[in-house]
């Protein structure tokens, strides 16, 4: 049984109405991409933000509790604790105390650790190896390759600044000072829409201190206020405390930082290391080419391509903070001990 023709179709045509909205879809689309884009942008950003927050505190959580209960001497003041390099024949009470606390708690030279040749599971094996707080802040290192001097570097490390490790290479313990590199978070202070500053910096674990104890040293000044000792001369309520703060540097990968202007408008903030004028003795890395844009440069501040030029991601220092009662002090020895 044969198959009925089809009639071929009349071209259509398109009305002096049609003609004139040929394209308003394009339009229509731009309106919604940017409030989609805006939208997407402050979902995802904001949800990095609560995660880090999270992330944070749980750290100081654990930090402030470990040390509280860490048996340190009763006079041994925060900074030791933290800072006191480890020489490998130290047999003092500070250096020991700080040789637990690198161990077990803290340690300040494992932000920037070196995976260079490792398989994921030797990476996952040396993190799993970290202190409890170094390992509480795992979920917010980021994993980078950077190119210095000509060697190629492949790190997992704590967002900041990369500075130079100045245990690293000492006569000290090798397992106090195995990385060359160190994390200090850049604060920039004065900032100008030309990228100018002042960078100051912050460690990324620290103390908690009253404002009497942050004058500066000299005739007249303010004794150690600082609430870790036992011996601090603080309100007694405040002694014997642990005070600890956590710094992160957060920095968006999808918004741009800007500046107020004087007419209402923004402008944004060029990224421009060589503007910036840094203050302390922390010698920072040159040279740094990171394959991660965000986290780039001599102070790890990133960098975008918007407007025609690079630009400063957005970035905010999110902190956390917990206090502790020190629960477990060892007595100091006894003269001629």
Known sequence: MSQPQRLPERPRRHTATQRVRRGAVLVEFAFVALGFYVLLMGTVEIGRMILSSQLLNNAARVGARELAMMPLPATMTFEQAMDVPIAADATDVISEGARRVRETIYDKNKLAIDVTGMSPAQVQATLDSLPYLNRMLVPLMIRERVTIGGSTYDLVRYPGALVRNTEYGLNFDPSE???????????????????????????????????????????????????????????????????????????????????????????PIIANDGELAAQGSYQTVDGVNSDQPSQSGAYGLGEQYAFGQKVRPYRRI????????????????????
């Open 177 to 267: 000072s195995q990385n060359r590199f160190d994390v200090m978070i850049p604060k920039i202070e004065n900032i100008g829409p030309d990228g100018t500053g002042l960078v100051t910096w912050l460690p990324v674990v620290e103390e908690i201190v009253p404002q009497e104890a942050l004058q500066p040293p000299g005739p007249g000044a303010a004794p150690d206020y600082r609430p870790f000792s036992i011996a601090s001369q603080g309100r007694a309520t405040m002694r014997g405390v642990v005070c600890l703060r956590i710094n992160y540097p957060y920095q968006a990968s999808m918004a741009s930082a800007f500046m107020p202007s004087s007419d209402g408008s923004n402008t």
């Open 318 to 337: 999110v902190s956390a903070q917990c206090i502790a009662r020190r629960e477990t002090m060892t007595p100091p020895p006894l003269s001629g001990n």
